[in-house]
């Protein structure tokens, strides 16, 4: 996955989205304090983010890791939270075709999520 811009985040709803393909996803309290910080801090709408200290360069994914630690979460917890709520939504299949993930994970992740995504041949047009 590549890095985030700004222009990708957006206030809507009371609250701060992610935008990554056509579906926003409503960042979490923790997050989004963080995600607004850099907002607040960057002018340009196609910058990085979470700019790194070298120019044109994203920050290091290890300090972002240090800057959610007090927040109460890390990297890992989120992309866990992020597949689980994908899982719900989108049929495992996909999913492990887009992550490359075992098919079997996301399975899983969706009987978790209660997702009913697991007949997604059936949805195919014929």
């Known amino acids: ?73 890390s990297i890992s917890a989120l992309q866990n939270t992020a597949r689980f709520r994908l899982a719900g939504a989108v049929p495992a299949k996909v999913l492990a075709d887009i992550l490359d993930f075992s098919v079997a994970t996301f399975e899983n992740y969706a009987r978790l999520a209660d997702g009913t995504r697991g007949d997604y041949p059936a949805l195919r047009t014929r």
């Open 1 to 73: 996955m590549s890095p985030l811009r700004r222009r990708q985040l957006r206030d809507e709803n009371d609250g701060l989205d992610l935008h990554i393909g056509d579906r926003p996803l409503a960042l979490p309290a923790p997050v989004a304090t963080l995600a607004r910080e850099q907002l607040d801090l960057r002018p340009d709408d196609d910058a990085w983010l979470f700019p790194g200290r070298l120019p044109g360069q994203p920050l290091d994914p290890q300090y972002l890791a240090l800057r959610l630690r007090p927040l109460g979460t």
